[in-house]
C-alpha cells in the first residue's frame, strides 16, 4: 500500500552560509559544514529560518522595538535544512516521491550533494521523483534556499511584480519587514510499489435540496486487475458506495440525489460534514492506495440587493435558499513568519471569530493559500472563506495587475493550483482576483480610483479557470470591485457603493455619520 512518510518527524539541522559557499564541499571536497556563518542549529519542518534563530538566541524577537531591522541580515546568508531518510522507509516501496507543499522562497534540493530539483515559487507545490536517485542506505537530504526577492513590499508597482512569494513580508501597514525564509509546510515521502490513485477532480454542490459528488481521477497500474471503490459515509454510517473500474473512474461519474444534511454558515444553521474515501483495490480486496477528503454540501447563490441598480452585482448571500448577512474580518497571515503557526493557533483564533458571531473571512490577496488546516477548521466552524489569488495593490504606483504573457501564465499555474487544492472545502464561497487592483489611467501614470474591471488580460484568465474547474462558484475580479473604490458622502445613495473599501478613519461623529451611511 502507499506510504507517505512525514519528514516533520524527523530531526533536522539548519546551517547558514556566505553565497554559494555551501557549494564547496560538493565541488571541491572541502568541508563546508565548518565553513559554515551559523553552525547547526535545531529547526522544526514546517519551519522558518528566523524562528529558528529567535529560538536559538542568534536573533532578538522582532515584534519588540525596532529589532525587526537587526534581522534583515538573514535576507542576504544561503540556509540549508538537512536530514537523514531513515533506511527502513525505502523498505516500503518501489517508487519515490519528495513532496514539498510549501518553499518560500527560491533555491534547491540536494540528495546525497547532488542536485534533484529547482524551486521559485512559495504558492506552488513540489513534487520530485526521487527513485533513480536514492541509494541503498543512509540518504541525505538537504533543502536550500538562496536569496529571496530584495522588496516586494506595499509600496511599488503592481504590474511589475514578477516574483511569487507574499508581498507582506516586505513591510505593511500593519506589519513589519520580516521576509520569512523556510519550509512553511509539509514534507513527504510518498512511497509507492507503482500503483497508485494519482490524481482525483472532486465537486461537491446540492441541486434541489439533495447533494451532488462529481468525481474522477486518475490511476498508476501495473498489470494486474484492480478497481477504484468511492464511499460517502456519516461517521461509520455508509450512505453509498461504489466499484468503478479505472477507466470509468477516469471518465468521471456523477452522484445525485443524496440523502445529506445541509452544510450551513456560523450562525444559521448546523456545519454537517462528510467522509469521502475513494481507494484503489485488487480483487481480493487488499487496499493498495486510497485518499480522505471531509466533504460538507451546500448551495451559495448571490442575489441583488433591495431596489439596487440592473447594473449592480449581486451581494446578498443566499446559503440553501437562506439569506446570509455577512459579517466577518479580512484575515491576513496570522505572523511574518508563518511557517511557525500550529493548528492549535489556527483553531484558537478561528474558534475566537466563531464565537464572536463571524460568518466569513477573506483571505487577502497580499499573503498566501492558507494551510490546508485553516479550510477544516472553517468547515467545521461554518466560517465562509472569500479566496483573493495573490495579488495586491501598490499604493505609491501602478496598481494595474501584470499583463505581459509570461506573469499572465506563471499566475494562471498558482491560481489552478489554488482551485484544485482547496475546492472541496465546504467553507469556500467565492474566489478573487486579488486586493485593490486597479485600472490605469489613460492619461497620468498612477492609477485612478476605479477597480479593474474582468477585461484586463489576467484577470479574464482568472475568470476561465474559475468557470473550468469550479464552475459553481463565483469569481470576483478584484475587491473592491466597484464602480468605486471608496464610499464618499456626496454619492450616498446613487447606487455606486456595490463593494468599497474604507472609511479608513472612524468620523468624530461615528454613531451619526454611520447612521446617515
Known sequence: MKQNFNLSELTWSLRGFQPYEWKLYATTGTPAVGNADIPAIAVSVPGSVQGALRDAHIISDWNCGLNSRQCEWVENRHWVYETVLPDEWLQAGSHFRLQCLGLDYCGCILLNEKEVSRFKNTHLPVDIDLTEQLLPAHNILKIVFEHSPRWLGQHGWTSQISEWKPRYNYYWDWTNRLVQIGIWDEVRLVCTEGREISSIDLQV???????????????????????????????????????????????????????????????????????????????????????????????????????????????????????????????????PNFADVTDCEYRARLVLYRDLGINIVRVWGGGFLEKDCFYRLCDELGILVWQDFPLSSSGVGD??????????????????????????HASLALWCGGNELMQLSESAELTESRPASGEHPLLQAFAAIVNHLDPDRRFLATSPSGPRFCATKEEYGKGVHWDIHGPWDAPLDLEGEWRDY
Open 205 to 335: 454542490d446540492v441541486t434541489e435540496g439533495a447533494g451532488r459528488i462529481k468525481l474522477a481521477g486518475k490511476t498508476v497500474l501495473d498489470e494486474g486487475e484492480y478497481r477504484v471503490r468511492v464511499r460517502l459515509c456519516d461517521a461509520a454510517k455508509t450512505i453509498k458506495s461504489r466499484d468503478f473500474s479505472p477507466r470509468d473512474f477516469e471518465g468521471g461519474f456523477i452522484w445525485s440525489d443524496l440523502p445529506v444534511e445541509l452544510w450551513y454558515p456560523n450562525g444559521a444553521g448546523t456545519q454537517k460534514l462528510y467522509d469521502l474515501s475513494i481507494e484503489l483495490i485488487d480483487l481480493a480486496d487488499e487496499i493498495h492506495d486510497s485518499i480522505e477528503k471531509q466533504i460538507g454540501f451546500k448551495r451559495l447563490d448571490w442575489r441583488a440587493c433591495e431596489d439596487a441598480p440592473a447594473a449592480a452585482d449581486p451581494w446578498i448571500c443566499v446559503v440553501n435558499d437562506l439569506p446570509i448577512f455577512m459579517q466577518g474580518v479580512n484575515w491576513t497571515p496570522l505572523r
Open 399 to 424: 496598481c494595474s495587475p501584470p499583463d505581459d504573457d509570461q506573469s499572465i501564465a506563471e499566475l494562471g499555474e498558482i491560481a489552478r493550483s489554488f482551485v484544485l487544492r482547496r475546492r472541496h
